[in-house]
């Protein structure tokens, strides 16, 4: 299943699941949150949500900034497979030039309501984390299978 079958799915699964309990909270169900559909994983105040997510080689994963705080994507260079590319918000090449421009001018940053993509090619699993809140423990996992 590709990355948009996937969120499609999902999101076809979620409707039916509000649906079937619309008379249950005693609130009739006009509005939805028409955007949970173009993203993968969630950026929290301090957290990647899910956390941990599994897709098939050549998949996109879309991470969206659901907070108001800026966040990055920022692979750990020494957790991802060896043959893979590099990732980073702000497409850097490496993780050291990605904390630095971090550092020297809050580079990198996805802001409040937008996106970054990356298509995973090398089966593996691979780490990464968002700079400013790394102390916080805001680290995730994308594990690709064949």
């Known amino acids: 299943m590709n990355g948009l079958s996937r969120r499609r799915f999902l999101v076809g699964v979620g409707a039916v699941g509000?649906?079937?309990?619309?008379?249950?909270?005693?609130?009739?169900?006009?509005?939805?949150?028409?955007?949970?559909?173009?993203?993968?994983?969630?950026?929290?105040?301090?957290?990647?949500?899910?956390?941990?997510?599994?897709?098939?080689?050549?998949?996109?994963?879309?991470?969206?900034?659901?907070?108001?705080?800026?966040?990055?994507?920022?692979?750990?260079e020494d957790s991802i497979p060896e043959e893979a590319e590099y990732f980073a918000s702000g497409d850097y090449e490496n993780e050291q030039t990605a904390r630095t421009e971090f550092r020297n001018g809050v580079n990198g940053i996805i802001e409040s309501g937008s996106s970054y993509s990356h298509t995973f090619e090398v089966p593996g699993t691979y780490e990464y984390v968002c700079i400013p809140h790394e102390q916080s423990g805001m680290i995730g996992t994308v594990v690709v299978e064949e």
């Open 18 to 76: 509000v649906s079937g309990l619309a008379g249950c909270s005693g609130v009739s169900g006009s509005g939805s949150d028409s955007g949970s559909d173009d993203y993968d994983v969630g950026m929290t105040a301090v957290a990647f949500t899910p956390a941990e997510i599994t897709v098939s080689v050549g998949e996109e994963v879309v991470w969206r900034n659901t907070s108001s705080r800026g966040h990055t994507v920022t692979a750990y």
